[in-house]
């Protein structure tokens, strides 16, 4: 089974493209199975229980809401790797992740205001592609589905994807593909880089 990943900034396009690449695989009779690391994680499950609808994105925590992200985060590459072992035996040809865990660290290390290098980086299971969809806060607040957090935000965020892109995983490099183009100059070269 392989997985192909797809990382970046709130609103880069990520899911687009992921949508785009989950129907052309079905329809080469592939069987897919679709993953979001945010949405897997222990710590979304938890905040869901306590969050209203209208609640936004998290963007501050303290010293131990970073400690047990980090904590949760190694919880979740554990259970990661038995859902991998379950697919494989299922038959899924591939699992394609619509952010993937380069995306957890990229976002403690913003709520840590730390770039230092964590030791959980070192147990996250390497994808056969991982994508880092660069794209401009600037272009990204032009669109239509602006992400609630501000071009602060995504500025920032988007200086820490450089330089985690720049550096590569610990787990293997990221291939860096322009998201400021049309979705459909990008799905062509996300599917040349199969």
């Known amino acids: 089974m392989k997985i192909i990943t797809i990382s970046g900034l709130d609103g880069s396009g990520k899911s687009t493209q992921i949508g785009l690449f989950k129907n052309y695989l079905e329809s080469q009779d592939k069987k897919v199975f679709y993953f979001h690391a945010i949405q897997f994680g222990l710590v979304s499950k938890l905040s869901q229980k306590n969050k209203s609808e ?7 925590a303290n010293f131990f809401q970073i400690i047990l992200r980090r904590m949760f985060l190694m919880i979740d590459l554990m259970r990661f790797k038995k859902l ?3 697919l494989e035996k299922e038959g899924f040809d591939y699992l394609i992740s619509d952010r993937y865990f380069y995306d957890s660290i990229v976002n403690i290390k913003y709520l840590a205001k730390s770039e230092k290098k964590m030791p959980c980086e070192n147990f996250i299971v390497k994808p056969d592609l991982s994508i880092y969809l660069n794209a401009d806060p600037e272009i990204i607040m032009q669109r239509e589905r ?3 957090q501000g071009i602060d935000y995504l500025k920032k965020k988007k200086e820490l994807y ?6 590569g995983p610990p787990a293997g490099g990221l291939k860096i593909i322009d998201g400021n183009r049309n979705k459909e100059e990008i799905f062509e070269e996300i599917k040349k880089s199969i």
């Open 146 to 148: 602006k992400p609630d």
């Open 162 to 167: 450089d330089n985690f892109a720049s550096v």
């Open 84 to 86: 991998l072992k379950k």
């Open 54 to 60: 209208n609640t936004k994105s998290v963007t501050e």
